[in-house]
């Protein structure tokens, strides 16, 4: 496996794949940490994790620049992924109790209750946008639930992979509680396929959501699938354009775009959209691209050149299709793998931009007439991962939100992964859910003991 730096191109490490011998020893050691990690306290593993993102704050510069420097996205942006991980750890070390805490049913019984058990070791695949956020928002939950995890990264951000193990071993946990594999993608069967693993979780494309499942199912191992997005941004009429465009903005180029929840289609209504775009397209040539290790930079390279060729050919397709440039839709002068934010209007069925996720910062601009053509135009995606609705009219929204496809919706704001919610989606966004205690429970035993009485 080979990282390097997107916005240079140079190789920053070299790292050898594990044998099929080296795997297997791997998951050995990861489930003999399981079985003490099972039994060890509420306690204990909470002043881990309040551990954790102690050495986390103390390393957060250090950390930000290799997530930085291994797959682009602006320094700023990186520090704020550290933060936003701490806050992870610091969550659910305080809910822990709560979260785990036996469910009493009354029933006929003596004692009827619900409790939750680990199951053992958890498998992540894991992409590269936010090498640390992805992880940490699977293993977090997991771990603290008493179940360890075996990690394996994309392979441009192996760095962070083998760094996020070095720091639960400074924060206190045992070898083997968490656990970076370097493995190619077709010795994924091999790990899932051990009767040790419990359960398979990752995060990426439809495509490879659809292999993971099918190795899953083949040795009937449980699975949680977090996949692509295409999610409606819908501004109605009565919304403050210019707050709407401000969240429109971040949503949609926030780490160059490179995001699953990111507004991806703004559905604008008819009497408002030419304000918008031209408010739009100002705030998107605001932004300033250039070397992301540089603090004013807002938008840096596409974190692979496989990338920026794919976010290309979507937008040239489209136009030669017929859809209307508004801005961008080109490589910075600069740096080639920096793609400039674009936006585009007369776009519809049957165009790239349209019918397939747009992993770049690219936005389509759509209008509708009525209530009922924004619920059409916001649910014709095959993904449902999250929706944003922008309106002053609080029964409006609280009527789209109820009849939007998808796994989470915001009103009146962007769309967001937050610890104290579950997150995952529909359709071809996947299923399954982490964070919150439905995420923390998604891999363990949801036990049923009665005792007569």
């Known amino acids: 496996m080979i990282s390097r730096n997107p916005f240079t191109g140079e190789q920053l490490g070299s790292y050898p794949e594990l044998s099929p011998d080296s795997i297997s020893l791997a998951i ?4 003999q940490a399981f079985i003490n990690w099972r039994n060890s306290s509420l306690t204990v593993k909470t002043q881990l994790f309040a551990s954790l993102a102690g050495v986390m704050d103390a390393k957060k510069r250090f950390l930000a620049e290799l997530i930085t420097s291994e797959m682009g996205k602006p320094i700023r942006e990186s520090v704020s992924e550290i933060e936003k991980c701490i806050w992870l750890c610091r969550h659910h070390a305080d809910q822990a109790n709560f979260d785990l805490a036996p469910i009493v049913v009354k029933t006929e019984a003596k004692l009827s209750q619900v409790s939750f058990e ?31 995890a075996l990690l394996k ?28 594999i370097v493995i190619d993608h077709l010795d994924s069967e091999i790990v899932i396929a051990s009767p040790f693993v419990t359960g398979v979780t990752l995060t990426g494309s439809a495509k490879a959501g659809s292999a993971v499942a099918s190795l899953a199912g083949k040795h009937i191992k449980k699975c949680v699938l ?3 997005g295409s999610d409606p941004f819908v501004v109605f009429p009565d919304a403050d354009i210019e ?31 030419d304000a918008f775009i031209a408010l739009q397209l100002e705030k998107f040539e605001q932004l300033r691209p250039g070397n992301p290790l540089d603090p004013q930079t807002e938008i840096g390279p596409m974190a692979r050149p496989d990338l920026t060729d794919q976010i ?40 790239p931009v349209y019918d397939e996720e747009t992993f770049g910062p690219v936005a389509i601009i759509i209008p509708f007439r009525s209530k009922e053509e924004a619920i059409m135009r916001m649910n ?6 999250g929706a944003s609705i922008w309106t002053s009219d609080e029964a409006l929204a609280e009527e789209v939100a109820s009849r939007a496809q998808a796994g989470a919706v915001f009103v009146n704001s962007m769309t967001k992964s937050d610890p104290r919610l579950p997150f995952g989606g529909v359709k071809k966004s996947g299923f399954g859910r982490e964070l919150h205690s439905i995420g923390m429970k998604e891999f363990m035993n949801t036990k049923t003991t009665w005792i007569e009485s």
């Open 312 to 351: 290309e050919r979507q937008v040239n397709e489209s136009i030669r299709m017929g859809a209307k440039l508004i801005c961008g839709g080109k490589r910075s002068s600069s740096n080639r793998e920096i793609y400039l934010p674009t936006l585009l209007t007369n776009v519809d069925k049957g165009m």
């Open 118 to 148: 680990p199951t053992g070791i958890i498998f992540a695949i894991m992409p590269w946008n936010f090498p640390f956020w992805q992880v940490l928002r699977f293993a977090v939950p997991n771990i603290m639930a008493g179940n360890v």
């Open 243 to 273: 707050t709407s465009c401000v969240a429109a903005t971040r949503s949609r180029l926030l780490n160059a775009g490179q995001v699953c929840i990111a507004a991806k289609r703004f559905i604008v209504h008819e009497d408002i959209i």
């Open 226 to 228: 977090e996949l692509g």
């Open 153 to 180: 990264h994309a392979p441009n951000v192996t760095g962070c992979g083998l760094a996020l193990e070095q720091l639960f071993i400074e924060a206190g946990f045992a070898p083997g509680i968490f656990t970076t």
């Open 28 to 31: 050995s050691k990861s489930h």
């Open 380 to 385: 014709d995606t095959a993904y449902g991962l």
